[in-house]
Nanobody
Framework: VQLVESGGGSVQPGGSLRLSCVGS????????MAWFRQAPGKEREGLAGIDSDDMTKYADSVKGRFTISRNSAENTAYLHMTNLTPEDTAMYYC????????????????????WGHGTQVTVS
């Protein structure tokens, strides 16, 4: 199993970025996909999740600014981020898991089997 993130970079406050996560080695269409981030000295934070039926969930901190989507034909998950602020600066990770997620589990890193190596987002 491999997850490869891309699309990170440096952006000014108010700007936008779209992150991509390409998965391989598993049946992408059936897995729950999610995006997390981790800033220095902070815990890993679940931002958005999407199931195989394209049902989505968002953390309050990003609701209305970030959009998660997936293209199972291309084995790719996306995170479109808008109105970025310096507080969004972090390493962003893609995660995948075959199990169904609840409102309590989707944002908990413990419940994800597979992780990418991350892509850095810097807002300044």
């Amino acid at each position: 199993v491999q997850l490869v993130e891309s699309g990170g970079g440096s952006v000014q406050p108010g700007g936008s970025l779209r992150l991509s996560c390409v998965g391989s080695g598993f049946t992408f269409s059936t897995y729950y996909m999610a995006w997390f981030r981790q800033a220095p000295g902070k815990e890993r934070e679940g931002l958005a999740g999407i199931d195989s039926d394209d049902m989505t969930k968002y953390a309050d901190s990003v609701k209305g600014r970030f959009t998660i989507s997936r293209n199972s034909a291309e084995n790719t998950a996306y995170l479109h981020m808008t109105n970025l602020t310096p507080e969004d600066t972090a390493m962003y990770y893609c995660a995948a898991d075959p199990r169904r997620k609840t409102d309590e589990s989707w944002h908990d890193a413990f419940w994800y089997m597979f992780w990418g190596h991350g892509t850095q987002v810097t807002v300044s």
